[in-house]
């Protein structure tokens, strides 16, 4: 991973690293000696990452654990995130080699796992220093964004050991009836009621297209690149991986695909650089994606407003907690406008699928 996001560990995520060395050096071979250096990167708003670097060792992990504050019942399940990898790392090789999962919570008081680090850059929304992404690069960039999301759906579950991992047909009812239902317990008094969003997904649904697995998050800043020709080398982040409906994946991938033409709010919001010049559109990757799988996309209005709409609703979650003091980070703070502008862009799109 790039180094260009961490930062000394903040006070309310910090934990006991002579602890955690202890368990560790009982699941990792080769770890004996002081404890490492923990550092945490800040890109991530969901569970928490942290470095582990073993300089006397030359090598660096990976930690992952669930932020403190409220949760829904099946968030953050590091044993679930843990074993998707294991079983789906024969199949889809960019997924990250786990080394080691704990679920002793007198470690570090609940549930965690250490993975290797996968060595490459992570783009977000600026590119790091001394890089530059010209036009045809970013156009092979985000073609290899949707080839391998095209390569993940092609994974059959059942081959993987995953066949029990999602809970078969009606994928797309339980999505928009349990997103519809989180965002209603999360709602804070500056944000609006998605009424009309919810009621016209209900009304709108299609049956499940085919169901596979499904990675949930996908993102150009989940994907860890080669440093020289962007190659996509790994894939981060599985914690809300499935198997369901792989247009529903796409619709949510293509929520946080801010594209040039793209208003100010929207370019305000950009977390990885998919409005550079040469990176295809969101019709350009529905169209690659659609050529790629032999999936319809005569439907793609209701995928797009649920991309939104879900997408919406994760960052109600996230600011749920830092209205109600759960969290002090600073970076949540306006996270209710993003939320009243994705209730905005829902219902634009809903108004031209009438017109359509």
């Known amino acids: 991973m790039s180094d260009t996001h961490q930062s000394a560990v903040r006070a309310e995520d910090a934990f006991d690293t002579d602890r955690v060395h202890s368990w560790l050096t009982g699941q990792v071979d080769g770890l004996a000696g002081p404890p490492p250096e923990v550092v945490q990167f ?23 654990r669930p932020p403190a504050g409220k949760k829904a019942a099946s968030a953050h399940d590091m044993a679930r995130e843990y074993r998707v990898q294991q079983a789906l790392k024969p199949a889809f090789p960019l997924v990250p080699t786990v080394r080691a999962l704990c679920q002793d919570p007198s470690v570090l008081g609940g549930d965690f796992y250490v993975m290797d680090k996968v060595p490459g850059i992570i783009l977000r929304g600026r590119l790091p220093a001394g890089l ?11 073609e290899a964004f949707v080839d391998s999301l095209t390569d993940l759906h092609r994974v059959d579950p059942a ?40 009621s ?17 998050d996908w993102r150009l800043d989940n ?19 499935t198997v369901g409906d792989p247009l529903m994946d796409l619709g949510s991938a293509l929520a946080y695909w801010v594209q040039a033409d793209d208003g100010r709010i929207a370019q305000a919001l950009r977390h990885q650089p998919s409005h550079l010049p040469g990176m295809l559109t969101r019709a350009e990757i529905v169209e690659r994606y659609c050529a790629g799988t032999g999936l319809p996309a005569d439907n793609w209005p209701f995928y797009e407003v649920f991309g939104l709409f879900r997408l919406a609703v994760i960052a109600q979650q996230i600011y749920y907690r830092y ?33 359509s």
């Open 132 to 142: 530059t992404l010209p036009p045809a690069r970013a156009r092979a960039l985000s």
């Open 323 to 355: 209205h109600h003091k759960q969290t002090r980070n600073p970076a949540f703070r306006n996270l209710w406008i993003a939320v009243n502008y994705l209730d905005r862009r829902c219902r634009s799109t809903i108004r031209r699928a009438g017109r």
């Open 200 to 216: 016209w997904l209900s009304e709108h649904q299609p049956d499940d297209a085919a169901l596979c697995v499904v990675h949930n």
């Open 223 to 241: 994907l860890v690149l080669d440093e020289h020709d962007q190659r996509v080398t790994g894939v981060l982040d599985w914690e809300l991986a």
């Open 42 to 64: 800040t890109g991530g708003a969901s569970n928490l990452t942290y470095l582990l670097r073993y300089p006397h060792l030359g090598q660096e992990l990976i930690l992952r």
């Open 159 to 198: 081959a993987a050991g995953l066949a029990d991992l999602g809970k078969g047909p009606g994928y797309v009812r339980r999505q928009v009836e349990g997103w519809s239902r989180r965002y209603a317990q999360a709602r804070t008094w500056n944000t609006p009621s998605f009424g009309r969003v919810t």
